[in-house]
């Protein structure tokens, strides 16, 4: 059991390091597209600064989450070799192709960091994000695949222990999919696009280029737009993953709501603290039959309950926090994306006001803390299993020594990593200003 625990601890560090700059590979490049876009059609210098600026500083995390994104391929035959030796068939094909999106994206987007200004028509260089967010986009869906497989296994026959009639577009093509995918991507947009609007609003509270403040507002106003949009996708998002759950993963539902007898007109949780030995619920928020009306369209929805699932397979009740945490996060982020526009758009009110740019700064770290929230609610939310139905985890991990030793190695690693993108990110755009690279790089313009 040690060595089980050890396992997923490890796991666990890796995948939330790593989730971090996965998130902003594929959410970033959306914001590059968007921002010259703007700039091209507005004749706006200040739009193509950020495109450049931004796009400059994307290729550091983009190193990191090479350097993280690795060590996961490498976890996966170290610490989980059953795993391997019964799945690792199936799932070879998405992990290819997943590299094969990374380096499709990293071709274009070095070509697109080494010819700004080399086309005489501007269009014809922001085409090249085009494959950039193409192949971001297809990076999260291939590997998004291999977490669906193992929560909806398919494609594939088991006989004696084995795999047999593998096809391996079926297990990629699971039932989760779509859903999860769809989920994934909005969620990484929303939480890009959040944490570059924190950072236009922390510069306009606190920056020492006074000449930087048009700039600033002119990024915070496109972010605040975009994470309307991705806001609301990522609550679609969520109301197709609960209705998803309800007919493919009930377990995973009822312990997210701490739901314990099957019926209808199921109440939603949110909060509270749950005394496990009586089954019962204090201090909690609820918001009666909405459960059911979530997983159906309908308050006569039956929800299953735990009391009706082995209790061998019931996830760890705590994910029931990490649901609250992911849900309350993305709402924060999303409310104050529509508190901008209702302060920018009401007489008397300052969008800019001190008291809003801080609670805009706040924006960012937590979308980026519901995606944390999010992953270990999905991974936790399968447990006992790592191949849902299949092998349980306590089957997969590794009969080797020296786990922690590897642990205490990794948890290193990546607090190096992460010093060092901190450290030069801040190197990399502190003693120069916004306006300054602007002066660079286009010179007097008809914007001013």
């Not at 089957?395 to 080797?400: D, H, I, S």
Request: aromatic share 14%; net charge negative.
């Amino acid at each position: 059991m040690e060595d089980v625990i050890l396992g997923r601890v490890i796991t666990a560090a890796t995948l939330g390091f790593h989730i971090i700059f996965a998130t902003l590979g594929v959410g970033i490049p959306v914001a590059i597209m968007v921002l010259e876009f703007l700039g091209i059609k507005k004749n706006d210098s200040h739009y193509l600064t950020m495109a450049r600026r931004i796009a400059k500083g994307f290729t550091v995390t983009v190193a990191v989450g090479v350097v993280t994104g690795t060590i996961i391929g490498l976890q996966l035959s170290l610490i989980w070799p059953e795993f391997m030796r019964l799945g690792g068939q199936i799932i070879a094909l998405p992990l290819f192709m997943e590299t094969f999106a990374f380096f499709f994206e990293a071709i274009f987007l070095g070509i697109y960091l080494y010819t700004w200004d080399r086309f005489k028509n501007p269009w014809h260089h922001w085409i090249l994000t085009i494959p950039v967010v193409i192949g971001s986009t297809l990076s999260a869906f291939f590997i998004t695949t291999v977490n669906s497989f193992m929560n909806t296994p398919a494609g594939f026959e088991l006989t004696a222990d084995t795999f047999v009639n593998i096809d391996p577009i079926a297990a990629m093509f699971n039932p989760s999919t779509w859903v999860r995918v769809f989920h994934v991507v909005a969620t990484a947009y929303m939480t890009a696009i959040f944490i570059l609007g924190s950072i236009a609003a922390f510069k306009l509270i606190r920056s020492k280029f006074k000449e930087d403040r048009e700039y600033h507002k002119k990024g915070l106003k496109v972010m605040m737009s975009m994470g309307v949009v991705f806001g609301l996708l990522t609550m679609l998002a969520g109301d197709f993953s609960a209705k998803f759950l309800h007919e493919e993963q009930p377990e995973k539902l009822a312990a997210m709501e701490w739901h314990f007898e099957t019926e209808s007109h199921a109440d939603l949780i949110l909060f509270g603290v749950l005394d496990e030995e009586n089954q019962e619920v204090n201090y909690e928020i609820r918001i009666p039959w909405m459960l059911s009306f979530l997983s159906g369209n309908s308050f006569d929805t039956e929800v299953t309950g735990l009391n009706d699932i082995p209790e061998d397979e019931h996830p760890p009740l705590i994910i029931h926090y990490f649901f609250d945490l992911m849900v309350v996060f993305g709402m924060y982020a999303f409310g104050i994306s529509v508190l901008y526009f209702i302060a920018k758009f009401t007489k008397g009110l300052n969008e800019h006001h001190p008291s809003l740019l801080y609670a805009y700064v706040l924006a960012g770290p937590l979308s980026m803390l519901a995606i944390e929230a999010g992953w270990f609610l999905a991974e936790m939310g399968r447990q006992p299993w790592i191949l849902r139905g299949y092998m349980k985890v306590s089957e997969a991990v590794t009969n080797a020594d020296g786990l922690g030793v590897t642990l205490l190695a990794f948890v290193g690693l990546y607090a190096v990593l992460g010093f060092t993108c901190v450290y030069v990110l801040l190197k990399m755009y502190k003693d120069q200003s916004a306006e300054a690279s602007r002066l660079e790089y286009y010179g007097k313009r008809g914007d001013e």
